[in-house]
């Protein structure tokens, strides 16, 4: 392919002084001993060419039996070299900001999806560092006003966005109930053995959220629990793999499960993990075996024709914990028009085999095709 057929002069000249800089210096690679440091390491770690902010959780009026939302809000850092480009410039951009918004309504099932997505800069978006308490902010799509923001709030955060075109935003205060989380020794989580491919990775898996939640003309104010993951990578999956499996979920018996599955080209579960968190705080990894989520029930998408399983079986013999879990409706696929990013991320219910009912968010990425988020 010539680049001078599909991109403008002016823009063929930033891609080549992109890529000269990007030859100088390489990006760093996630690995095990990273010497944390916080608050600061809740803010951008450019050396590194990937990471997000990602929140995710069922919301409520606090009188109501069973939560009404549920909600997602991430913010995407994409590096587009590891040194910034050689000139004097505020628009000398290094990384690309990407926000996905969604809101799910749990009574009406409808599921509404927004994607921003600009080259950090001026006005545009960006990674602010210490002691400025936003750690990520990018403008809201045309026709809003504002932008959108994760913040740190105290020991917790502070989370908003909208879209009026679409009719759906946040603004949520997240304050943890229990200490942050490693997912993996030292806060490194292992994605492929052979490759040492990985990430660095924390949660807090256990958020009180208060705020409100704009849904049509309704904004409605809102509490819950929530789920906050942090992650940054370089090379985070093998080639082999083309998408994952990932549920963060909270059990009513005070316990927390993170479980993921990176599936290869036949589909098989690949690289297996899990995370369970007891009532206590207590952690434990665990590595469950390959067949440990095992998919019951299917959705084809009218939209894209991606099929995702809706329905599973989780079982973690290691800690005799066995649950089925569902989709609270089906369709909570998001679609980048931006981006061409499409994947599954939506509320999930269940019940343990000991009678334990459970709630959380799933994420299920490389079933319709096109780029992983990430």
Known sequence: MRLGVLIPGCMLALVLAIAAAAAAQSWRVAAPGHPWSFPDDHHAMPAYRSEWWYLTGQVGA?????????VQMTIFRIGLAPVRPPWRSDWAARDLVMGHLAVSD???GRHLFSEVLTRAGPDRGG???????????????????????????GAGFRVRAADAHQGIGLDLVLTPERPRIFQGPGGYSVKDPEAAAGSLYYSYTRLDAHGTVIAGADTVAVSGRTWFDREVF?????????????????????RDLMAFALRDTAGRADVTHATLVAADGEVEWLDPPADFLVPRRWWTSERTGARYPVAWRLTLPEVD???DLEARFDDQENVGRRSGIVYWEGAVVGKTDRGVE????????GYGGGPLPF
Request: cysteine-free.
């Open 234 to 254: 370089t090379s985070q999956l093998a080639s082999r793999h083309v998408g994952w499996d990932w549920f963060g979920l909270h059990l009513d018996d005070g």
């Open 62 to 70: 606090a009188d109501a039996a069973t939560p009404r939302f549920g």
């Open 106 to 108: 749990l009574e009406s």
């Open 321 to 323: 914990l066995a649950l």
């Open 358 to 365: 459970v709630s959380g968010y799933g994420e299920l990425t």
């Open 127 to 153: 990674f602010p560092q210490p002691p400025d308490s936003v750690v990520a902010w990018v403008r809201a799509p045309a026709g809003t006003p504002d932008r959108w923001e994760i913040a740190r709030a």
